[in-house]
Each structure stands twice: as structure tokens, then as C-alpha cells.
């Protein structure tokens, strides 16, 4: 097989049909993907299903802790995962741009492969496009998936009084990326915090009916997913910035660049929101892999105004924090 | 920081605010820092802090981006910038708005990056805007001195470096200004040395200190100026920085600003030229002096309805303006100050204080 990809591989033909079995298939290896035809067609038991889509373009492609397309498959999953949904199948689109090493491709997709078979999902259809070289920046990737809605979850009305957990340290994937894309080397232990949250929603099943929401701090971080949280609510978020689980590599990396973690996404956390009486479901999380940090971080509050979050800051000051607006760049002086 | 130390601090601070006490920083990173930890909300009304001219972005002159745009258009040069430089506006609008237009202008985050630019894409004319105080002067004067040392013949710099010594006695000298007690810039110190800033209480008797970035830094430095005032000693000075700052400062930086650059006079945005304010390349490093080589006409300004020459001057806060947070906001900025991610309206709007 050829180095790179190029515009014959995306043509329908032998090439398009040589790269889907070389690379795609070898490494998502399961029988609905190799026997489907145009469809693949699977049984479900009765039930509730969750269905959502999402699309990638992180840059860097390989960055600490993750590539593309590790993020492809746990964004798609941790989506399920909130709904409380327990993820069957994914689909998958590649658009790849014309000269992309294949190296480069079969390590993505293998990536996909193993955190496939780590979660326990398949991704049963696909669809690959080569685009021409300048049109899109490198590779672009889709995945949807499908999941069954487990026991009692379903999301319920906040009160004043409930206390919100997050599972572990904020800002670690956008920080990953931003030391990548900066440049910053950083000694010490920095990588993004993709992984998937479906065996964390497992755990937590028996506590469905005390859950009353779940929500991942993707894009915009911890900050914009609270004021989601906080309009629909229509209550105020008292957050206590010293209960804000942070690793100190995270914050010394946006110290340097000027950049504000609680803006910046995790990819592999998620947001609760419990009852006041939340201890030992924090504990049960805490027995997670990769949720030993997490935390209570803060209550709603009725502060008769309207819906906002505020923050206490650790020597005690208050200050609104709102949500992501304009782009973030790095400081200058 | 810990909490028993900053509520004493802060406590101590509000029992000496027996009367008005205006304190002036002129740093973004304390103008953030102060935002950040909510001091306001725990200082004593009385005790008022107000933002200088601490923002290198706000404190560029419109006709400097108007320069940048004619030289694309003129001689089609790419302009490599800092990222937020790219949104502020000059009369003849933005360089985002150039780019939208197909202008090639590529944003960059360390100086250094330009050598290999310009060394990758050696038919293309590079301007950089080189803007920004003493702290980022030096890595400008390595960039040039590496570009020299290397025969690079398509990088230029349109310099517009700030220097804060001379901007202080603007304001110091304004009859009506308000300010009671100055914190010093740290970075800027630890570049110039703290000697650098002693003239304040020599010349104007008015307490100043040096200090760091953090919440303990800040506080310290509050509770000495605060101190110093309600004592009477206004000639006081220390520096609070010294894990970082010595009295002359980093040589070595101090060496490259001096073997590249020359001082001359400056001009702020909306407040006018300010005599020895700016450093430009020197006759040795001329051939990379963009205004020499990419000669354009300057433009005449109009005035806006922005206040931010009030701002950069502390004769104002942010809340203050009538447009704050109303019409300017950070998606739409009227002004500079709102612009950058560092000026004091976008701070003042990113961690709003009221509940
Ligand atoms: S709020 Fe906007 S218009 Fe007012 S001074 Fe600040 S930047 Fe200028």
C-alpha cells in the first residue's frame, strides 16, 4: 500500500475499498461492520435509547494524553453516558484531506479500535471521504451513537440546597492542547483527560433515582456547562474555588499563557448534581478509575436575583464567573 | 495563599481606610490578579483600585494599525502579530477585517517563531508588530540580533514598545490626578530593576512598592501603601518582589534592549505623544525598521466615543462608562480596553464583582 492517502483512496472504488479493509475494518474488527452492507442492522431489547452525534477537529491530532480519535469515540460515548444511557454501537465518518500518511491514519483508527474494545462498544457503519489537499486541515471525524437508557435516571428539577460533584481535575485536555499548540514544555504530569465515562455512570446506577443531572464540561469547561446548568434551574451556583480540583501542571501552564482553566474542556469528566446528602455517593465515584480527585465543588443557591454562578475565592472574595465569551488567547506581556 | 494571613491582612487594610485611598496598578497581570481573587469585594469601600495604562495592546495607537494595514496594501508584506492585536480597529479597520479580506496577516506567540517564518517563506516580506512594554522588549531585541546573525533579509519589525517610567509622569503630572499609592509592575522591575521605579516618591511623594502576582503579593502590597499613607510618609519605596527582583534589574535583558533599540517619543492611543516613551531599532539595526523601509502616509484621527484614554489614565473605572458592559462587551468591544484580553474593561467584565 501507498504512504499517503490520496484523492483515488475516497473514489468508491478498489483504493476506497483497500483503506476501509486495511485500516478501518483490521482494527475495528466486529461482525456487523464486516457483513453490514449499506446499513447495519442489530436487535435492541425494549426500552429507552439515547442517540447523539458529534464532530472532531481537535488540533494537534497526537496530543499528551490522547489523539483524535480516542476523542471521537469517548465524546460520542460520555455523551450516551450522561443521558444515562449505557452505549451499544458508534458510527464513524472520516473526512481525510488528500496526502495524510496512512501511518498517521492507521494509528488514529487504531486508537479507536482500543478504546472500543476498553469500553466495551463497536462501531458498526462507517463512511470515508478524501478531500482535495487545502479544503480541510488534515482529518475531520464523526461519530454518532446509540445507547440504552439504564434504570432510573432521568433528569430532575434542581433545588436550592444541592450540591454539585465533579469527578476529577478541571481543564486538562484544553490545557494538553493548548501546551501543544504553544508550544510549552511542560515537566511533570500533563496530559488531556480523555477517557470514557460509561463504567462511571455503571457504578453510579443504584443511585440513579438521588441524580438529578449529568452533564460533561466539554467546550467552554467547567464554567459555561454551570451557567447552563444555572439558567435551567433558575438558581444561583455558589462554587468554593479551593474545593475546584486542579493539577498544579494545569495551573502553572495557564498561569504562563494567561488563559483561564475553569473556561478550558475536560474530556473525560462530568458534572453531577446530588442531593445535599451526596457523601457516599461522592465515595462510590471516588472508587472510579481516573475520579479519585473528584470533589463537591459547590450548592445552589437562591439568591433571588437571577440565575448566576459565583465563585468564593480562596481568600474569600466573590466574583460572577460567567460563560465563555469571544476566543481565549494567550497574554502578551 | 493562606486564608488566616489574607483575612488579617485585609482586615488591617479596611481599619486603616479611615478615608478615600486610590492605589494605582499598571500591570494586566495585577489588574487580572485583583479581579480574579474578588478583592474589591472584601477591601473596604474607601479603598479604591484603579487600572493604568498596564495593557499593551489598549495603549497602541490607532494610526500604528492603520501603518500596519496601508503596508499590506501597499507592498503587500505578511504582518505577524500577536493574537489579540488582530481584532483592535484602526480608523481604517481591523487586521482581522484585512484577513477576512484574504491580507496575509498569521498570528504568533513568541517572537522567536518569526525567524524560522522567515526562513521557511523567504519570498515573503514579514512585518511584525512588535508592541508590548520593558517585558517583552528584550525577546524582540534577540529576535532582531538573531535574525541579523543569521542574513535574513525579509523580516522587519514595526516596533511600538512601551515604556512605563514616562507614562507614570504623564499621569503623575496631571494636576488632577488621583492616585495615592502605586504598585509597581513585577515583571517590568524584574527586566529594569526596582531602581527603575524610585522616582516615583522621589519626584511626585507618592508611596510606591514593587510587587508579585500572587494573592500574598498583592495583599502585602496594598497593606504597606495603605500603611505608608495613613503615616504621612509619602516618599516611601520598597520592593515587596525580591524573590525575582533585583534593585538593576536582569543585565543581560537590560543589554539586548540596549544593543538594539533607542528611545524616542512614543504615542498612546487617546492620549498623544509622550516625549523618551517607546524604544525603535537604532541606526544599527535599521534595515529592519519597517517604518523606514515600508514607507507609508499617516492617516489624521478621529475621535470615538470610547473612554478609555480615561481608563489607561486612571481617571476612571470601567464601570464608569456608560457603554461597559451595555453596548461593549467582549463579542462586541467598542474600545481597546474591552478588546484585548488584558485591557481593564474585558477583565472588569470577565470577573464581574456584583452580586
Ligand atoms: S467599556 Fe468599552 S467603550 Fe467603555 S472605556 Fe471600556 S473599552 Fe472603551
Redesign the interface.
Known sequence: MEQIVNLRHGDGGKYTNLLIREIFYKHFDNKLLVNSQDASVFEVKQGKLAFTTDSFVVKPLIFPGGDIGKLAVCGTINDLATAGAKPLYLSCGVIIEEGFELSLLEKIAESMGETCRKTGVSIITGDTKVVEKGSIDGLYINTSGIGVVQGEYCPKPVCEGDRIIITGGIAEHGTAIASERYQIEVQGDLQSDCMSLNKLVERIEKYMDRIKLMKDPTRGGLATALNEIAELSRLGIHLLEECIPIKKEVESVNQLLGLEPIYLACEGRMILVVDEECETILEEIRQCDGCEDAAIIGSFVNNGIRPMVFMETYIGGRRIIGSLEGEMLPRIC | ?D?GL??YL?NEINLMATEEIKIMEV???HT?MI????????LAPKIKLLSGPGC??CVTDERYIDRAIEMIKKYDVTIAT???MIRVGGMEGSLLEAKGKGRDVRII??PLDLIKMAEENRDRNIVFLG???E??APVIALTIKTAAERGIENLFCLTAIKLMPPILDYILKQPSHNVGGLICPG?VATIKGSDYFRFIGVDYCIPAAVCGFE?SDI?IGIHYLVKQIRQNKKAAFKNLYRRYVRSQGNPIANQLIEDVFKVSCGVWRGIGRVENSTLDLNEKYARFDAKQVFAVEEKSIKSTSCECKDILLGNRTPKECKLFAQLC???KPYGPCMIS??GACAIAY??????
Open positions: 495563599m486564608k489574607a483575612r485585609i500591570c494586566g497581570t487580572q479581579s480574579k481573587l474578588g478583592l474589591r469585594s472584601l499593551p495592546v500577536f493574537g489579540d506567540y513568541s508592541i508590548g512594554f517585558t517583552t515583571h494573592a495583599l462587551n467582549p463579542v484580553s488584558e470577565r470577573y464581574r464583582e456584583e452580586i
